[in-house]
């Protein structure tokens, strides 16, 4: 029953604000009375909350009461481990301890990963079929390496309490970590294996069920909802944080790909357990599928060859026949080895099977707005080989009914309202326009844009073309730089014109100058962060992940608007399908995907009430497109101009203020 004695949101936001040494912010104040009113009227809830607003403190607030309330966990979701690390280590111990007195206990919580974050422990003990590809054994040097990572996680697996891969620093490479990890297909289960009493994943998972608030990621959360294993705790509240991420989140979960090397894998993996004439139908497969994958073009398959759907339908029923050779599920119950060895030969042909019968089901249909997933190649390297990917056109149908179904879900992020109205990410989420079923609010930003930023779209600039940056770019980039003193984070719509702009600079300018790939990034960053004259190139990850205040970051670039490529075979096949369905595939996938990385990427420059300065766009198409308002309409209100000299002058006085 709801405990009618508890403090109001009013009041513990109060009490946890002065506890951390803060000040009442409206913004925050508007979004904890909206998070609670969504909790009290079971409506879904999204919220925009710009740099500064504390909209962690805003939703974990209510979060905590509601689960004071109503004695049922509070599940937090987000897209990144560095806010994950932030709310457990840093925001939720804090409140914890302001709220303890106020409240019936002192708030708890824990952080719940996918199972393959966390060691296993038999896996680290006995014999587990080897993930390695053949191929990967032939370079020493990355032998000897893996071998000692190897060596460190053994020596690490006997004094871990948790487990947790993320405790290993410095990390480990995938290849060393997949020697001591299984995922949740091919977890044996507690009651089976011989060390579930002690099994870190399954610890982790109990401790979860036991908190207030459980902090997890958007991916677990997607498996969560998505299949039939209930992966969370019971709950019947979400908070979604970095809420502009999810539908791309929960799009990776449900891609499916066919290779060589999971086909190889398979068969690697049913390896003695059936007999060998079966195995090698799937091999044989297998090398069909790898000789069609070389030979054919990179992007979407819209339509089905006949040699594809043959090999398909190959792959399809040989991994069948080896499924039916395994013999019933759950057997070898009395030899933990074996049952390891059949659940990780299921695992690896249940993928097989069931994405080559998703790509076969992609087609078939009357029209285009009637096919529901889309097929495409994507290139091998030389470290991967060719992989054929499957991917649903919208998932905004699964989230619908298997994340907003039969539970309160807020949204919040800093760009949701894209284009002045939160109806676009709402439609990706399902949500639709469902009247009484969800609420958006802006609760602005205690920033104030037009005095503190300039937007410069340099208008008088050539369109961006296909033959990297032209030269009047490279001068203006330089020539900004030039009056800002260094201070400038450069992002760029590929690695390619990020590298140019970086080689061609380095001589010309006489500030330190940072690429990307240089070192990692999260160094490279910090370098740019100590150094006031430093300069960072980069691409995509630059554009949401950088969080540097003060007076080392004054001037933003963005070369070009961030629309998504042409050829990029998903973002074109729903844009396709959008306008087959009558509506604006442009409008509705490019520039909405254009919209929300400009928001993300004018979103480095403040970062702290006290910044100042530039952000400037390169491509005049902000200023002259017939699209250009609604992606304005999704940034800050910073003051605009198309002059030259006005952005040149600001960074001069703001570079001699120091």
């Not at 994340?403 to 800093?414: E, I, Y």
Request: aromatic share 4%; hydrophobic share 40%; proline share 5%.
């Amino acid at each position: 029953m709801p405990d009618s004695h508890l403090p109001s949101v009013d009041e513990l936001l109060s009490i946890a604000v002065n506890a951390l040494g803060g000040s009442e912010r409206q913004g925050q104040i508007t979004m904890t009375q909206a998070v609670q009113r969504a909790i009290d009227e079971e409506e879904h809830l999204a919220v925009q909350a710009g740099t500064g607003t504390g909209k962690s403190l805003a939703y974990l607030v209510p979060s905590v009461r509601h689960a004071m309330d109503t004695d049922k966990t509070v599940v937090i979701s987000t897209a990144t481990i560095a806010l994950q690390r932030q709310l457990v280590d840093r925001d939720l111990p804090r409140l914890a301890e302001a709220l303890g007195k106020e409240l019936p206990h002192e708030p708890s919580f824990s952080i719940l990963k996918g199972r393959r974050n966390y060691l296993c422990r038999y896996k680290a003990t006995a014999g587990w079929p080897e993930d390695d590809e053949q191929d990967q054994l032939f370079d020493p040097r990355e032998v000897s390496a893996t071998g000692r990572m190897v060596q460190r996680i053994q020596e690490w697996a006997e004094e871990t309490e948790t487990g947790d891969r993320d405790e290993l620093v410095p990390g480990v490479s995938e290849q060393a970590w997949r020697q001591f990890s299984v995922s949740a297909q091919e977890c044996l289960g507690a009651t089976r294996c011989p060390s579930g009493a002690e099994c870190f994943a399954e610890l982790a998972r109990s401790k979860a069920g036991e908190v207030d608030v459980v902090v997890t990621n958007h991916a677990l959360l997607a498996i969560d909802a998505m299949s039939d294993m209930s992966v969370l705790p019971e709950h019947d509240l979400v908070v979604v944080d970095e809420a502009h991420e999810l539908v791309d989140r929960v799009t990776s979960v449900v891609t499916g790909e066919l290779s060589e090397g999971s086909v190889s894998l398979a068969v690697r993996r049913v390896g003695r357990l059936i007999e060998q004439p079966i195995a090698d139908q799937l091999l044989e497969a297998g090398e069909d599928l790898k000789a069609l994958l070389a030979a054919a073009p990179a992007g979407r398959v819209d339509e089905l060859p006949e040699v594809l759907g043959l090999t398909l339908a190959l792959l399809r029923d040989t991994s069948a026949r080896c499924l039916t050779a395994l013999g019933p599920r759950g057997g070898d119950k009395d030899d933990p080895d074996k049952a390891g060895q059949r659940k990780a030969a299921f695992t690896a042909l249940d993928e097989v099977h069931d994405t080559a019968v998703r790509m076969l089901e992609a087609y078939g249909h009357a029209s285009e707005a009637d096919r529901a997933e889309v097929v495409w190649l994507d290139a091998g390297t030389d470290r991967r080989p060719p992989t054929l990917r499957v991917a649903p056109l919208t998932v905004g149908g699964m989230l619908r009914e298997r994340l907003f179904g039969d539970r309160t879900v807020v949204l919040t992020s800093a760009t949701l309202a894209l284009g002045g109205t939160f109806d676009g990410l709402a439609r990706q989420w399902g949500l639709g326009d469902g009247k009484g079923e969800w609420q958006g609010i802006d609760v602005g930003s205690p920033f104030d844009h037009p005095r503190a930023g300039i937007l410069y779209v340099a208008k008088h600039l050539p369109q961006p073309g296909r033959d990297g940056l032209p030269q009047a770019y490279l001068d203006e980039i330089a020539e900004l730089i030039e009056a800002a003193g260094g201070r400038t984070l450069g992002l760029f719509s590929s690695m390619r014109a990020a590298k140019a702009a970086t080689e061609a600079l380095r001589e010309r300018l006489d500030v330190p100058l940072l690429c990307q790939g240089d070192d990692s990034t999260m160094l490279l960053v910090k370098q740019f962060a100590e150094d006031e004259a430093t300069c960072l190139f980069g691409t995509l990850s630059l554009w949401q992940g950088v969080d540097v205040p003060g007076p080392a970051l004054r001037l933003v670039i963005i070369d070009r608007v961030p629309f998504p490529r042409p050829d990029d075979p998903l973002t074109s096949a729903r844009q396709r399908h959008v306008a087959a369905k009558g509506g604006n595939g442009f409008m509705t996938v490019a520039a909405t995907h254009a919209a929300l990385l400009l928001a993300q990427g004018t979103g480095r420059l403040l970062r702290s009430q006290h910044d100042k300065g530039v952000i400037a766009v390169l491509d005049p198409r902000l200023a002259t497109a017939r699209y250009s308002g609604f992606l304005l309409g999704s940034l800050p209100p910073f003051w605009r101009t198309t002059d030259p000299a006005i952005p040149r002058a600001a960074l001069k006085r703001l570079s001699a203020e120091g």
